[in-house]
């Protein structure tokens, strides 16, 4: 990186503290927990910044974060890349959306070796992953468009092994999406298709872990679409586990716990006359997971090829021989899986290669849920540090899922312990710290949960606040994508949001030695899209001291004259 003219000076370090999920919202109270929860410091903050010209607004979602549409909310995963590498990538579903507009997806040959290995076996192919149009962790059009293709490629037996979302769509929609792939079923049975939803359950109890918060999940989808069993902790006198049909065992479940939202569906087996599970997989099956996302999808996966020895996380029981792809590439680095069939955004050049080659300082901190966020995602995909020299990650164990309601506060007290203990170390130039609660809480929809986060942000900003000032560095507070600013007292959101985030700087050593370009004003970028997140990493680089490399989209950093 070369030196930036007029570089400011500053004795501390510059930090940037994400609040996942803390996206713009109506000035509302009763249906935006931020303002209900009055935070009285980050306003401050945020008001501060606005009078100093130190203020944006940064759009996060859609195409500005690589997404197809104006439409798509933005998501932590192309958040965290955007930051993280100042570029605008193409993301996953739109590369899928490509290759299946294309058609180069049935014509790799990963496909045909799906397709060749089920008919060489005389085998099943069989489907899973996440449910509906959230276009996080998959899409509905693309699951048709995957049946379509088996069957044009020759596959007559189907088994759907689908998990219930919820949590990037309404809380209870879930028969909805039942329904579409039911009718779609029905249309493949009448060309003589044996084609049929097989298992099901809820994506946050069953299958979607990530970042090895809790591998019993994983432990139950593996039971259930390889065994066809429902484990016994989740079958009770009036729950069998065990339906005729999807539909039936969704609605029981509804009458049974009317409050339970579709992300906590207990897991069902759909079962023949005989009673016999429908959808156990056997030697000679093939199994696409049709998520496109990595951090949910990576430990299934590896689940499903890791061999004996390398797997420790439960015992898997008998291990049917079977051909296993990804719809995407989900770790490029160790290759997860191996058989994939789109390849994964390649992201290049990102803000911690650059620094790292010059030789600048860094800190990450997170806690489980949003550890891979601030480290693999904003690394372009990549674990681990790029030089552990200059670069140190600590991550903070998160309590269990099922808690983030009763406990909005999760661990961010101690994730901030951490933080503020690195920027008074005075070892790193550059601090970044996810703080997961607005995002986490927010997917529960529980306003006085969200409530209770705002409140307790409130308070961690504080502290870094004024570690950083006691330091003389820069605090930046921002967001990846909207989530907790629009609830209501029904809990009917849960999801993320397409509204735009705050960038807001405080620099205790400020002496208008530059503002940031103005809410509303074109960047210099050519496409147009105006400041976003990948606008960030150019602007942190300036403040760092640094020009911001060309491939970069452009800094916000305007320096005064
Ligand atoms: C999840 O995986 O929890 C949601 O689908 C997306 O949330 P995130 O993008 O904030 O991780
Ligand atoms: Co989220």
């Not at 089920?118 to 996080?136: E, K, P, R, V, Y």
């Not at 596959?155 to 929609?173: C, Q």
């Not at 093939?286 to 420790?312: C, H, K, L, S």
Request: one cysteine or more; aromatic letters at 8%; a negative charge.
């Amino acid at each position: 990186l070369a030196p930036l003219a007029n570089p400011i000076h500053r004795e501390g370090p510059v930090v940037l503290l994400i609040l996942d999920g803390y996206g713009i919202g109506k000035n509302e109270a009763k249906e935006n927990p931020i303002v209900a929860a009055n935070p009285v410091v980050i306003n401050e903050l945020v008001h501060q910044a606005k009078e100093h010209h130190l203020y944006t607004r940064l759009k996060a979602h859609g195409p500005a974060v690589g997404l197809p549409s104006e439409s798509d909310m933005g998501n932590s995963e192309v958040g965290h890349n955007a930051f993280g590498c100042g570029q605008i990538y193409s993301q996953g579903t739109k590369l899928v959306d490509e290759s299946f507009a294309s058609g180069v997806i049935f014509r790799t040959p990963q496909w045909h070796q799906v397709v060749a290995e089920t008919a060489a076996h005389n085998g099943t192919l069989h489907m899973f992953g996440l449910l509906s149009d959230g276009n996080i962790h998959s899409h509905m059009n693309q699951i048709f468009k995957l049946l379509d293709g088996a069957v044009e490629s020759g596959i007559h037996k189907i088994r759907m092994h689908v998990l219930l979302d919820g949590r990037d769509v309404s809380p209870t929609s879930g028969l909805v999406y039942i329904n579409q792939l039911e009718e779609k079923l029905a249309k493949l049975r009448e060309h003589n298709v044996d084609a049929r939803i097989a298992t099901g359950g809820g994506r946050m109890y069953v299958t979607m872990d990530r970042y090895g918060s809790d591998w019993k999940m994983v432990q139950r989808g593996w039971e259930l679409m390889v065994h066809g069993v429902v484990m016994p902790e989740d079958v009770t006198s009036e729950y069998s586990g065990y339906f005729r049909s999807a539909t039936e065992a969704i609605e029981l479940g509804r009458r049974l716990w009317p409050a339970k939202q579709d992300q906590y569906n207990p897991p069902f087996v759909v079962v023949d006359e005989a009673g016999q599970p429908i959808g156990r997989m056997q030697d000679g099956d093939a199994v696409i997971n049709w998520n496109f996302r990595g951090d949910r999808a990576v430990q299934i996966t590896q689940t499903f090829t890791a061999p004996d020895a390398e797997f420790t996380h439960f015992a898997r029981g008998a291990m049917p021989r079977l051909t296993y792809a990804g719809l995407l590439e989900y770790d490029t680095e160790v290759h997860i899986p191996r058989l994939f069939l789109v390849p994964p955004p390649e992201i290049h050049h990102t803000m911690g290669q650059y620094l790292c080659a010059s030789g600048v300082t860094s800190y990450a901190v997170a806690e489980t849920h949003k550890y891979g966020h601030v480290t693999f995602f904003w690394n372009g995909n990549k674990s681990g540090c790029i030089d552990e020299h200059l670069e140190q990650y600590d991550c903070v164990e998160s309590l269990p899922n099922a808690q983030t309601e009763s406990h909005p506060e999760m661990k961010a007290p101690e994730v901030t312990d951490k933080l503020v203990e690195a920027i008074r170390s005075g070892r790193f130039r550059f601090v970044r710290c996810n703080l997961a609660n607005p995002d986490m809480v927010g997917h529960t929809g529980n306003f006085q949960s969200c409530v209770r986060a705002v409140q307790c942000m409130n308070q961690c900003v504080e502290r870094v606040a004024r570690e950083v000032e006691a330091r003389g560095g820069i605090l930046i507070i921002t967001a990846d994508h909207g989530n907790v600013e629009i609830k209501d007292n029904k809990g009917s959101k849960t999801s993320h949001t397409c509204a735009p985030v705050d960038f807001a700087v405080r620099d205790f050593a400020y002496h208008g030695e530059y503002t940031l370009l103005p809410e509303g004003q074109p960047t210099a970028d050519a496409d147009g899209l105006g400041a976003g997140l990948s606008n960030v990493a150019a602007t942190v680089m300036n403040m760092l001291g640094f020009e911001a490399p060309a491939v970069y989209r452009k800094s916000l950093y305007v320096p005064a004259h």
